[in-house]
């Protein structure tokens, strides 16, 4: 949902050095769909041993909610690291940290062609439209963190094509970033290239 390559996902969890596994999901899944897929793999999880499952959600109560009862049906508790952190002050740490992130993709509604594939800094914050949480946390963009004190080496990509898509809006959906009177919603994405 990001337009993030497998490939930069993958170097990601090598240079920090966590095991990982894809789950991999059709392109705009329905629910049901997307719940046969999770529970799959939730239940191998389960075998494995897994007990807890972690989620980097600042304060999204819904999304919490849907993600404890699904996860409460499979015997795992949920854990929520940065739950109700002040997003300014979680983006100034992660950059004082030496964490490096780059916006792979961006709402229309916020932000046009030339937003995705900057590389976010200290002046970030106060160039924001108003209304647009520092960590993107309503949707309205998402990036991809591409060094840090924890990785073994940086990622390196190139930026490559920045494209605009459009979505039919979901008439069931509550998010305030999707939600509108509009038929549609636009994302800018942008390619990096491993």
């Given amino acids: ?3 993030l390559r497998k490939e930069l996902l993958v170097a990601q969890t090598n240079a920090i050095g966590i095991p990982a596994s ?3 999901l059709p392109e705009m899944p329905s629910m049901a769909v997307y719940e046969k ?3 799959k793999t939730v239940s191998g999880l389960k075998q494995e041993g897994f007990t807890y499952a972690a989620f980097g959600d600042i304060f999204l109560e819904d999304l919490r909610d849907y993600r404890d009862k699904l ?3 499979k015997n795992l508790s949920t854990i929520y690291p940065l739950w109700k952190r002040d997003t300014k002050e979680l983006l100034t740490e992660f950059l ?3 964490f490096k992130t780059i916006i792979v993709c961006a709402n229309s509604k ?3 062609e030339d937003f995705v594939g900057t590389v976010i800094d200290k002046d970030f914050i106060k160039n924001l439209p108003k209304g647009v949480d520092p960590c993107g946390e ?4 998402h990036t991809f963190c591409f060094d840090g004190p924890i990785f073994k080496k940086p990622i390196e990509f190139s930026i490559g094509e920045k494209v ?3 979505y039919k809006s979901p008439k069931t959906n509550d998010d305030p970033i999707c939600k509108s009177d509009d038929e549609k919603y636009g994302v800018w994405y942008c390619d990096l290239i491993p």
């Fill in 71 to 73: 996860l409460a049906t």
């Fill in 110 to 112: 916020y932000f046009n």
């Fill in 164 to 166: 605009y898509r459009e």
């Fill in 96 to 98: 004082n940290l030496g």
């Fill in 138 to 141: 309503n949707g309205e963009f």
């Fill in 37 to 39: 897929i999770m529970n």
């Fill in 1 to 3: 949902m990001h337009g």
């Fill in 22 to 24: 894809l789950i991999e």
